[in-house]
């Protein structure tokens, strides 16, 4: 009764014998992640199904950063400061100036590879930080220390990033004002007020990108414009005429206390990725070479920037400007140049100010897409820094106070600070996990695989060889925790500087606004 024949089956279908190119092709599926987005499936009535976990398309979401365009926003990030100002500082430090700027680059160096550390240790320890990295440098602080350290971090990477756009905005508003007034023979002069107007017009737009993932095309188009700067500042230097014998008054004498920290701060200032950094690691493909990207950024920098004040130190001697471009004489190449800078400091501006943007966001509450509250949020912001930046004399102004007082601590203290407590907190979560897992069974916890694999070679290698003395050498930078050793030497550096840059910005303060800008004093002609 139960073999019989279905009436209504319907027979299977036979294999087709046509080609595989005249058969209809298979579209791929779609790969889904969850997100906590509120996009729906097509085929889903957000009515009807509202209770169902969201998911959106995998290819809807842009793919990670590489090595590579992470090089490129760390480029970026530098900017032209340090082809502008460097020239000036190491001419005013003297040959002492080179290995200070080479110990400050080591130390931020250093100090970021500390900072990555941390993320990856935090991403072991609380698998659930991921979910906070909008605002990572702040999650970090509070894994560690709690939320009151959280809450100064914050402020403190907002007041970096927000005074570190001013000086951004006041450069290229000169540099245009500048291109006028040179091109007129000084019969014309557009106000530098009104092209701070105009730069924040143009950043305004590129502000309302999300994360630096987003920004991918807008990193390869800067570095493009950074690239054609240097080849034409190179340019403007080899043809300029020179004044004096080569290096006249560069003196081999150390400079002074103040003028070294006056350097310091505005070296702290150029040099500065850390409140990015965090931020460009999460969208890496592989967060662990975000190392590598912040030595080969600061190392093209640096080495570009060293090279052209070599031949600006040759040709000018100590008659170099602060702002090596009013140094510089007048041509075409020169206006050009002028001009890409003030494009390429809107580059920078956009790039740096993803940190904050990202972290204010978080506090609103707002998606990662991009809405009304977004557009509204940035700009608002960048309004905020063109005000600030009509009321600032210079550019150079805000450096020793930005650079002193607010970087310093984002750079020199909180890096090996929390990096030392992390690594404690990993130590002892090993220890509980290892205590977990063996029960009552005797553990050596003190167990070190390292002295374990020394040993064997200190007795075959003879005691007074360069062998035997290089791996007794490690063994000792090993029991002395080398790592833990040199946090603490660049904490108590970054504790004094800071101390020391601090002391002294209060008693500059007044000093700083001696000079009134120029939208200043026509504002207060007309009251």
């Known amino acids: 009764m139960f073999f019989f024949r279905r009436q209504n089956a319907k ?14 092709k298979r579209r791929p599926p779609v790969q889904l992640t969850p997100s906590h987005q509120h996009d729906q499936l097509p085929f889903l009535r957000r009515s009807r199904f509202s209770a169902l976990p969201h998911f959106r398309a995998y290819e809807d979401e842009p793919e990670n950063l590489s090595l590579f365009i992470a090089i490129l926003y760390v480029v970026d990030l530098f900017g032209i400061f340090p082809f502008v100002t460097l020239p000036a500082l190491l001419v005013k430090l003297g040959y002492f100036g080179i290995l200070l700027v080479l110990s400050i680059i080591f130390l931020q160096i250093y100090t970021s590879f500390l900072l990555s550390q941390c993320w990856t240790m935090a991403e072991l320890l609380d698998p659930s930080i991921q979910q906070k990295r909008n605002y990572p440098y702040a999650a970090l602080a509070e894994l560690a220390y709690g939320p009151y350290v959280s809450l100064l971090v914050s402020v403190l990477l907002d007041l970096s990033i927000f005074a570190m756009a001013v000086p951004s905005v006041v450069m290229a508003a000169e540099n245009l004002e500048a291109v006028v007034l040179r091109m007129s023979a000084g019969q014309y002069n557009f106000s530098y007020c009104y092209w701070a107007i105009i730069v924040g017009l143009v950043i305004c737009p590129l502000m309302w990108l999300g994360s630096p993932k987003h920004m991918r095309g807008l990193a390869i188009i800067a570095v493009c414009v950074m690239i054609v700067i240097v080849a034409l500042l190179w340019f403007c230097l080899f043809a300029a005429p020179a004044i004096g014998t080569p290096f006249e008054g560069i003196s081999l004498e150390l ?119 977004r557009m509204l949020i940035r700009s608002s912001v960048l309004a905020l820094e063109v005000l600030v930046a009509e009321f600032v ?43 977990a897992s063996y029960g009552s069974l005797p553990l050596d916890l003190n167990y070190d695989p390292v002295e374990l694999e020394m040993e064997p070679l200190l007795v075959t290698a003879p005691p007074v060889s360069p062998r035997g003395c290089w791996i007794r050498l490690v063994r000792l930078l090993h029991r002395l925790e080398c790592d833990v050793s040199c946090t603490m030497g660049v904490l108590l550096f970054g504790l004094l500087a800071t101390f020391l840059s601090t002391y002294l910005n209060i008693f500059s303060l007044p000093n700083l606004f001696t000079n009134n800008s120029p939208c200043l004093s026509n504002l207060t002609k007309h009251f």
């Open 11 to 24: 027979p299977a279908p036979r294999p087709s014998r046509a080609p595989f190119f005249a058969l209809p």
């Open 393 to 435: 004399p210079s550019f150079d102004a805000l450096m020793d106070v930005v650079g002193g007082t607010i970087t310093g601590p984002l750079v020199f203290i909180l890096p090996p600070l929390l990096y030392r407590r992390i690594r404690r907190m990993e130590r002892v979560h090993q220890r509980i996990a290892a205590e």
């Open 255 to 373: 400079p002074g206390f103040l003028t070294v920290l006056n350097s310091y701060s505005i070296l702290a200032f150029q040099f500065d990725i850390h409140p990015v950094l965090l931020t460009l690691q999460i969208d890496m493909k592989k967060k662990s070479q975000v190392s590598w990207a912040a030595l080969s950024g600061i190392a093209i920098t640096c080495s570009v920037a060293i090279f052209g004040s070599i031949i600006a130190a040759y040709k000018f001697g100590s008659m170099i400007a602060d702002n090596l471009l009013q140094t510089l004489p007048t041509s075409v190449p020169f206006y050009v140049m002028l001009i890409l800078m003030a494009l390429q400091l809107c580059f920078s501006v956009t790039v740096a100010s993803s940190a904050m943007f990202l972290q204010i966001e978080n506090y609103f509450k707002l998606p990662e897409s991009l809405s009304f509250k």
